[in-house]
């Protein structure tokens, strides 16, 4: 089984979730991030985009721009319960 099986967001708008439209990219963005909320799969989710080095698209309940920073200040993925800065804590 695979953790994208247990993804709040299967089957949901992904236009949400990969939306480039200047006008309308932050309204979807919180669209987006509520399903993460939720999610159960987040942490997988999010080191996944880190570890593969996925810029586009909201992840794990983070933008491309938050994902960056984590990679330029943590340097590798977040670690169950991972804090980096002020940016994100799964715990
Ligand atoms: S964390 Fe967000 S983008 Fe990742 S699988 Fe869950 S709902 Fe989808």
Known sequence: MDWRDDAACIGELLEVFFDDNPKTMRASNKIAK??????????DCLNYALDNNVYVGIYGGLSN??????????????????????????S
């Not at 509520?34 to 942490?43: F, G, K, L, M, P």
């Not at 721009?65 to 799964?90: A, E, W």
Request: aromatic residues 12%; positive net charge.
């Open 34 to 43: 509520q399903y993460c909320d939720s999610c159960r799969v987040r942490e």
């Open 65 to 90: 721009k938050q994902r960056r920073s984590i990679k330029k200040y943590s340097g590798n993925r977040l670690k169950p319960g991972g804090k980096v800065g002020n940016t994100y804590d799964f």
